[in-house]
């Protein structure tokens, strides 16, 4: 068992690093200047170019990666330029209704999981046994997040039983 764990943990630290370089270099190569998206318009282009260089923009592509690869292994995500606040307290604050809605969606399949594996055993092989196993996978296969935004929509805002918000 711990030579298993010991491989999967060795396949996924260069999976991490790949999807981490991926993820940098694809946002690189899209078009446009990073600066763009926290310059705000009409500021000057000395102010423009000191921000730039502030955020290391300005260095070759390979010393940013590296400095960036860097920062998040130290676990510095850097800022938020829509909240202006640093990225590690964005996630915090989304970690306690991430939690919330993995621990309803948990509860709600083991119940409906139950529920539909007795309805399954008694019925084994009709219809009904085929539907509701097909139904299963449908619904093991959905994100959690999609599910709960669906759930949202159904009784928040069409059948307004519950509220939208501070849930």
Not at 80 to 88: A, G, K, L, N
Not at 105 to 133: E, H, M, P, W, Y
Request: hydrophobic share 55%.
């Amino acid at each position: 068992m711990f030579s298993y764990i010991l491989r999967r943990v060795a396949v996924a630290i260069p999976l991490i690093f790949g999807v981490l370089t991926l993820t940098f270099f694809i946002i690189r190569l899209a078009p446009g200047d990073p600066a763009s998206f926290f310059i705000q318009p009409g500021i000057s282009p000395n102010v423009a170019e000191q921000m730039r260089e502030q955020y290391g923009l300005n260095d070759p592509l390979p010393v940013q990666y590296v400095k960036w690869l860097s920062n998040i292994l130290q676990g510095d995500f850097g800022r938020s330029f829509s909240r202006q606040q640093p990225v590690f307290d964005v996630i915090m604050e989304a970690v306690p209704v991430t939690i919330t809605i993995a621990t309803l969606t948990l509860i709600l399949n083991f119940i409906f999981g139950i529920i539909i594996g007795i309805i399954s055993a008694v019925r084994q092989n009709s219809k009904l046994d085929r539907a509701l196993t097909i139904s299963a996978l449908f619904f093991y296969s959905m994100p959690e997040f999609w599910f709960a935004l669906m759930l949202i929509i159904l009784f928040a805002l069409k059948l307004q039983i519950l509220p939208a918000s501070n849930l």
